[in-house]
């Protein structure tokens, strides 16, 4: 981490930003006009509007056709909407946009067919340098359960093929595996790498063996399969190789009208949105979150809430209490539904060495990182784990002091039917990403039964217990599940409760279904709260941040199903078109 850290204090922006609103006159030309439109702008002073002027990069005025086009001058640009709908820019509450950047470059997660995966490696490798490994893949993970379904539908099981694929990557190692681990491939020039004989890869001594199955393909499996290999893998991919992987991700990120992010990567990659905005390509703010146990590193730099700068953010940290649905991780009151003996398990920061649980432990971080000045944001999922972080939250006042700390509850995915109420008196931010609802029913009741999941992505009991409902995606998603950046498919899910298919037919447990208005609000001024920044973000207001998307159909009015079929037309980030589609 760089030791030196440019500051500039949130209430001070907020006072350069607004005394740019108050100086505005009508003698004072926009740089950038939108008119003719529906502009939805979150802001309850003023709901709807028509046209933005934009000068400077912020929100100059907000309001009638008339008004802003007296806004112009021979240099203003000036776009017309021709009615199409306009709502701040999506804030997307929880990425992990290094692993998104790598999952773009390659996932064969919901590859079906050989052909399929050949193209998907030939992409790939026409992008590499040579000597690149190609990693990941994640292939099967959608067998069990085709994408769209709702827990009936299965696939023929698929396997890749390395054969198909060795003359192409003879330049490059490559190392695949299924999205469980239990199967790898690796063509001829990895098997090399890792000192194997690509004739005959065995290694009993290492607990791995080739077998081939009746089909005649070809995986490596056992337990010394994964450190073998990583021994040899090198920690990171080269600088050049995660700029590229960046500026790849940037531009799927502008494309669904996203415009800032809450980001948990590694610090490289930080480095490189510093040197990204630095040469003024950075299309996207970031809200970095640090893990929890680097708390004093962050308070020893004099990093609170609100360091940085519009662009960057710094101040906040994310822990992890347990696992997660995908692997049956998550913590549970009671056993798995699928598995008696499994109620999940505690994350690192819960247990010692040998994996027992330490009572306080992670309380401790908690305690010592609010101190310093730092937000908490903390992982919970099943209900055990969201009762006791709540329990922690309550002892957090308790030694602490209440304030205003905006505690971020994050998937906040299964909550016990007692606990609901907590989340408001406790002032939580849930910290939710409504499309794992679509993608997860494929498996949930099986796995913890009809009765548990009346409690699952509850977004209704959320909001009717007074916390605060903010939305986002977990971009790419787990080892088990693919969660795109788009957020129609967010807001889909929150309003229908339905696969992308539209199942099951009225909703999964419909009475948690919200309004589109709320989701929208849950999707842009909510995260600005969650990240103490509403006074800069979040909605059309003049003296914000000009950050807008537009899109082609008026969510507001069309069926839930259509929200699936709404593009976006234009991202605005910072007064400047960073998207356009054409």
Request: hydrophobic content about 40%; aromatic content about 10%.
């Amino acid at each position: 981490m760089e030791t030196k850290l440019k500051r500039q204090p949130f209430l001070a922006l907020v006072s350069v930003v607004l005394t740019l609103a108050s100086c505005s006159t009508q003698e004072e030309a926009a740089d950038l006009v939108f008119h003719n439109g529906t502009v939805w702008t979150v802001d309850a002073q003023n709901p709807t509007a028509e046209a933005v002027a934009i000068k400077d990069g912020a929100f100059m005025a907000v309001g009638s056709d008339e008004d802003i086009v007296k806004l112009r001058d021979a240099n203003t640009q000036t776009i017309d909407l021709k009615g199409k709908f306009v709502v701040p820019g999506f804030n997307d509450n929880h990425v992990h946009f290094a692993s998104a950047a790598r999952f773009l470059e390659f996932n064969i997660m919901k590859v079906s067919t050989q052909e399929e995966f050949v193209n998907r490696v030939r992409e790939v490798v026409e992008a590499l340098p040579a000597d690149e490994w190609i990693l990941g893949g994640y292939w099967g993970a959608y067998d069990a359960w085709a994408p769209g379904s709702s827990g009936d539908q299965s696939r023929e099981p698929f396997t890749p093929n390395v054969d198909l694929v060795e003359e192409i990557t003879a330049d490059h190692p490559m190392f695949i595996w299924k999205f469980d681990r239990s199967e790898f491939i690796a063509n001829a020039t990895a098997l090399k790498a890792v000192g194997l004989d690509p004739e005959n890869p065995q290694a009993r001594d290492l607990q791995i063996f080739q077998y081939r199955k009746s089909n005649g393909l070809t995986v490596l499996r056992g337990d010394g399969v994964r450190p073998l290999f990583e021994s040899k893998i090198p920690k990171t991919f080269s600088h050049e190789r995660r700029l590229q992987q960046t500026r790849r991700a940037l531009a799927e990120i502008r494309k669904h009208g996203v415009t800032n992010i809450s980001d948990m990567s590694d610090d490289e990659q930080l480095q490189i949105y510093r040197e990204l905005h630095e040469a003024g390509d950075l299309t996207v703010r970031v809200h970095f979150r640090y893990p929890l146990e680097r708390w004093r590193e962050l308070a020893d730099q004099g990093i609170q809430i609100g360091s940085g700068d519009p662009w960057i953010r710094l101040g906040s940290l994310k822990g992890h209490i347990d696992g997660i649905m995908g692997n049956s991780t998550a913590r549970f009151f009671e056993p798995y539904s699928h598995d008696p003996d499994n109620r999940g398990r505690w994350r690192k920061l819960m247990v010692d060495d040998e994996g027992n649980f330490v009572e306080g432990k992670f309380l401790k971080y908690m305690l010592d990182a609010d101190k310093a000045g730092l937000q908490l944001t903390v992982h919970a999922i099943g209900d055990e784990a969201n009762h006791l972080l709540l329990n922690y939250l309550e002892e957090l006042n308790r030694q602490n002091g209440k304030k205003d700390r905006r505690f971020r509850l994050v998937h906040a995915q299964v909550i016990a039917p007692d606990d609901f109420k907590r989340l408001g008196e406790l002032d939580v931010i849930a910290e939710v990403q409504p499309f794992h609802l679509s993608d997860d029913m494929r498996w949930m009741e099986e796995r913890i039964g009809y009765e548990r999941c009346k409690g699952a992505y509850a977004f209704q009991r959320i909001i009717d217990s007074g916390a605060t409902l903010c939305f986002g995606t977990d971009w790419p998603g787990t080892a088990a599940a693919e969660y795109p950046i788009n957020p129609m498919l967010g807001m889909y899910a929150a309003v229908t409760r339905q696969t992308t298919t539209g199942q099951p037919e009225g909703g999964w447990f419909p009475e948690e279904r919200i309004s589109i208005e709320e989701a929208i609000k849950a999707y842009t001024y909510h995260t600005a709260y969650a990240n103490f920044e509403e006074d800069i973000k979040g909605s059309i207001t003049a003296g914000k941040l000009a950050d807008m998307t537009v899109l082609s159909r008026n969510l507001l009015e069309i069926p839930p199903e259509e929200i699936l079929e709404t593009d976006v037309l234009y991202t605005v980030v910072d007064g400047k078109i960073v998207y356009e589609r054409l």
